[in-house]
């Protein structure tokens, strides 16, 4: 395995992350001006993925960028659940 694209994976995959927190956080406008909001005015999910795409291809990275949404909708949910 290729280190550099693992640790472009890597970073694009966390970049995805970043952007669904848990709880409130700070979201300014996306690094690549794409016209979406980035947590911190880093990349946007979007922007993470198109670059993840670019390492692993189109499917793989639009699969982990949905499945991160799922994870962090059932989180708050689970968060929701709790709190009542
Ligand atoms: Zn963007």
Redesign the pocket.
């Given at each position: 395995m290729e280190r550099h694209k693992l640790d472009l994976a890597t970073e694009y995959c966390n970049g995805i992350l970043r952007n669904y927190p848990m709880w409130p956080s700070t979201f300014g406008p996306?690094?690549?001006?794409?016209?979406?909001s980035?947590r911190g005015s880093g990349?946007?999910?979007?922007?993470?993925e198109k670059e993840l795409a670019k390492v692993v291809g189109y499917s793989l990275a639009n699969e982990y960028h949905l499945s991160i949404q799922n994870t962090t909708r059932l989180w708050r949910e689970i968060y929701d659940k709790l709190d009542e």
């Open positions: 996306c690094r690549d001006m794409c016209g979406n980035g990349l946007c999910a979007d922007c993470s």
